[in-house]
């Protein structure tokens, strides 16, 4: 209010229509109207994003999830965080560690890394205690959890920079 915006009853609309869904906030609470203005995802969760896949990633009190463009849960808000698909498989973490699971909320990879990057090009940037490596979308890892640093695999690369015992190779 006040930019010469007539958000309704919401206090608050983003500019942005994500698969004819608009974000807003009532009462500190958000959830998704369509361009008519209807309310298809109650203003209920303490965060949302509108992510351009099909699946909205939510926060609720007991953690993140998604819900598809109904409403209905179909990734059980339970995560202490959780990323975007990429590759059809979202980063999650809970508190073992990070994992991956797909669109119908299975685990694919468990939760047991302590730091995991999206998947791009079939590939997903992992760390375990031992250190960095790389795991496919069936969860082997592909480039062993051994290394100091890893770089990704930027736009097609056939190697990534690994560091080992100081020093960057390809």
Known sequence: KGNGCDY?????????????????????????????????????????????????????????????????????????DAGAFSDGLARVKSAEGWGFVNKNGEEIISCKYEDADDFFDGLARVQSKEGWGFVNEDGEEIIPCKYEDADDFWFGAETAKVKLNGEWIN
């Open 8 to 80: 309704g009853k919401y206090d608050w609309q983003d500019c942005f229509i994500w698969n004819g869904l608009i974000k807003v906030r009532l009462d500190g609470k958000y959830g998704f109207i369509n361009k008519d203005g209807e309310e298809i995802i109650p203003c209920k969760y303490e965060d949302a994003d509108n992510i351009p896949d099909g699946l909205i990633r939510v926060k609720s009190a007991e953690g993140w999830g998604f819900v598809n463009e109904n409403g209905e849960e179909i990734i059980s808000c339970k995560y202490e």
